[in-house]
């Protein structure tokens, strides 16, 4: 199971990791050898663990996770940090913390999301059984509950693992936005995106219907204007537009 790196400080994270290695090294040399000499390694943990002790809150100081961003669904939340990591806790039945798995249910604290590092993530929305991550290029990832199509993945209903959205290739997403179970997206040129659940309107397109993929608003409301911003809420959505200059 993936762990949360700021719990307990850095001291007493190296600490343990220390002390499992230890043990670990030990019970391999006695199995191999019953009358192995162990007082080499003893020495050797000795010497670590004085190390360890020396640097104290420095050592903490230069490991602490710092974090530079908190989003939140219904029921579940994420933390970015500044090293760019992801970190998600709370409800996991549909896989919206994005751990690859079903397991654990839920976390009361935070857990690393494997499958985002490297990926530069600068947002994160979620919803009530679902969540999206923007990356710095524009690329959107889903993961969670997908039976409303507010995934953008369609005819997936589950995804466990974040997903990269692929009908928004090609668009450079500046933000994305998250109601219960319908999402929003803001390109970089001031066009609108939506897909998921639309039966209120919520999607801004002058249907009531659901929304399998992300699709171009071009409701005459909203098409003909720049939109500079959007948020939705639980079956509704708000967009700021400004008239486009003649």
């Known amino acids: 199971m993936p762990e949360w790196r ?3 400080g850095a001291k007493a994270r190296v ?12 019970g391999q040399k006695v199995a191999a050898e019953a009358g192995a000499d162990l007082r080499g390694a003893c020495a050797e943990y000795l010497r670590h663990r004085a190390d360890l002790d020396a640097q104290g809150a420095a050592l903490d100081d230069k490991l602490r996770v710092r974090v530079r961003a908190a989003f939140a669904g219904a029921y579940h939340s994420f933390l970015l940090t500044e090293a760019g990591d992801v970190y998600a806790f709370g409800l996991n039945n549909h896989g919206q913390l994005g751990l690859g798995s079903l397991e654990p249910p839920f976390s009361a604290e935070p857990l690393l ?3 985002l590092q490297g990926e530069r993530v600068v947002q994160i929305v979620a919803g009530e059984h679902h969540s999206l991550a ?18 953008g993945l369609p005819g997936v209903e589950q995804q466990v693992t974040p997903a990269k959205v692929p009908a928004l290739d090609g668009v450079r997403v ?4 998250s109601g219960s179970n319908q999402c929003m997206a803001l390109s970089d040129a001031g066009e609108l995106y939506s897909w998921g659940f639309g039966e209120m309107g919520q999607l801004c397109n002058g249907k009531s219907a659901d929304e399998k993929e992300p699709a171009l608003v071009d409701a005459a409301e909203v098409a003909r204007r720049d939109v500079l911003d959007v948020a939705s809420g ?4 708000v967009v700021l537009a400004m008239e486009r200059a003649e």
Not at 174 to 177: T, V, Y
Not at 234 to 237: G, L, N, R, S, Y
Request: aromatic share 10%; net charge neutral.
């Open 174 to 177: 500046a933000k994305l936005a």
């Open 134 to 151: 923007l990356a710095a290029d524009g690329a959107v990832f889903a993961f969670g509950r997908g039976d409303n199509s507010q995934l």
């Open 234 to 237: 639980a079956q509704h959505t």
């Open 6 to 8: 700021g719990a307990g």
């Open 113 to 115: 999301v494997d499958a």
């Open 15 to 26: 600490g343990r990791a220390l002390n499992e290695n230890f043990w670990r090294a030990i």
